[in-house]
């Protein structure tokens, strides 16, 4: 994390994305949500491939190869690190 970020703001920001999430899950399609998963997915591939081309990660770079935002390369990135794809950044 950089310097200068607010974790009760950050946490606060996560649960409203929740909140946003839940809701419209419940309006969404499940077809459409099959579809948008799949994608994911393929982003996620896509992530793990090029980051194991490319150290230290660029987020900005990341994003554009892949064609999304740099908030969602590092969502993406936290996510994988979560879940064992993608190692830790080094000195976490």
Known sequence: MGEGVDPTQMCQSLVDKVSRFEQLK???DPDLLVLF?????EIAEELVSLAQESR????AALGQKLGISRAGVEYLVDKLRR???LPASPGT
Do not use: K, Q, S, Y
Request: aromatic share 6%; charged share 40%.
């Open 83 to 85: 879940e064992g794809r």
């Open 26 to 28: 419940v309006v969404a």
């Open 37 to 41: 998963e799949e994608w994911l997915e």
């Open 56 to 59: 230290p990660l660029d987020p």
